[in-house]
């Protein structure tokens, strides 16, 4: 069973459209996460959930909204896609109660906007 | 702010030979510190950790790294390559302990020759 799997693993769109990720994690964790990595291999934070609700919103344009309908799923929606959008996505989870730092990541989604 | 800082972003070693990759952070208060993997096409994984208890600390695939505050660095290394340890290597820094406060540094990507 994949801990942290994220769907789709690659997705190609034109400039303009809305496309959206989905992420879900079987570790029984509290804490979900959304990560940009651009073509340099930096890796951004952009979101954070605890237990549904928003603790962290890193300085992401409007066009991007996560939404975490339980714990164990947190999605990412973006609107009118730019070219400056392609990026892999990573999903990402942990333990709030475990205070080790760990990070449970999937294995990203390959966002290319044309 | 705390931040890390990975000299070099692309290091070359031959099979069998010592790997280095170097990690220095900036802080004021002592971090916890962390040493995460991503091989290609996959999520990061984290390697090992500094949580201020010894200062060497061990982690997966026969990788070590210590901590010296004098230097304030927290280098990564192992013995000897193999050539299944060519990936992508992230630093990262957390002054609370918590997984949400993780800041990542720039990555060194390890290529290992024969």
């Known amino acids: 069973d994949t801990a942290v799997s994220q769907t789709p693993k690659y997705l190609v769109t034109q400039m303009g459209n809305d496309k959206s990720i989905k992420c879900e994690q079987n570790l029984g964790h509290d804490t979900m996460y959304w990560y940009k990595q651009d073509s340099k291999k930096f890796l951004k934070i952009m979101f954070s959930?605890?237990?549904?609700?928003?603790?962290i919103n890193e300085t992401v344009p409007n066009r991007f909204s996560p939404k975490s309908p339980d714990k164990a799923h947190l999605n990412l929606h973006i609107n009118s896609l730019e070219l400056g959008d392609s990026a892999v996505y990573f999903c990402a989870s942990s333990y709030s109660g475990a205070d080790t730092g760990e990070l449970f990541f999937g294995e990203g989604s390959r966002l290319t906007v044309l | 702010a705390q931040s890390v800082t990975q000299l070099g972003s692309h290091v070359s070693v031959s099979e069998g030979a010592l790997v280095l990759l170097r990690c220095n952070y900036s802080?004021?208060?002592?971090?916890?510190l962390f040493w995460y993997v991503q091989y290609p096409n996959q999520g990061l994984q984290l390697l090992l950790k500094y949580t201020s208890a010894a200062t060497l600390v061990k982690g997966i695939n026969g990788f070590e790294a210590e901590f010296k505050k004098s230097e304030t660095s927290f280098h990564l290394t192992k013995p000897s390559a193999h050539m299944s340890d060519a990936a992508e290597y992230f630093c990262?820094?957390?002054?609370?302990?918590?997984?949400?406060?993780?800041?990542f540094g720039t990555g060194t990507r390890l290529q290992v020759t024969l």
């Open positions: 990262a820094v957390s002054f609370t302990g918590t997984a949400s406060k993780l800041t």
């Open positions: 802080s004021s208060v002592p971090p916890y």
């Open positions: 959930y605890n237990n549904k609700e928003l603790i």
